[in-house]
């Protein structure tokens, strides 16, 4: 049975950083994919970003390219989301998931491509 766990979810004014992990267990392929999302209240889930694991290969969306970066240990069991010039806009609650083939440049932020979701961590920017 696959987990994830997300964690590093806080309270941040704007402009701060934080930085968010996604422990991975349970799977029984090296190649896969791992992406963050993040639904904000009243709105959509949306896809942040996501890692393909063996290549390193990464997306992001257009609102948070230059300010996150997501990166994985060499394990590949914990994917990471380091969150930079953060504006309120941010604020939501971001899941991490798991798909059992890399991040598709057409497909990596379609929710239904996942198999595998975390609980969520809350995102707060706020002065």
């Known amino acids: 049975q696959v987990q994830l766990v997300e964690s590093g979810g806080d309270l941040v004014q704007p402009g701060g950083s934080l930085r968010l992990s996604c422990v991975v267990s349970?799977?029984?392929?090296?190649?896969?994919?791992i992406a963050w999302f993040r639904q904000a209240p009243g709105k959509e889930r949306e896809g942040v970003s996501c890692i393909s694991t063996i290549t390193g290969i990464t997306s992001y969306a257009d609102s948070v390219k230059g300010r996150f970066i997501i990166s994985r240990d060499n394990a590949k069991t914990t994917a990471y989301l380091q969150m930079n010039s953060l504006k309120p806009e941010d604020t939501g609650v971001y899941y991490c998931?798991?798909?059992?083939?890399?991040?598709?440049?057409?497909?990596?932020?379609?929710?239904?491509?996942?198999?595998?979701w975390g609980q969520g961590t809350q995102v707060t920017i706020s002065s």
């Open positions: 349970g799977l029984t392929v090296d190649y896969y994919g």
């Open positions: 998931a798991t798909r059992p083939i890399s991040c598709g440049a057409d497909t990596w932020n379609i929710q239904g491509r996942y198999d595998s």
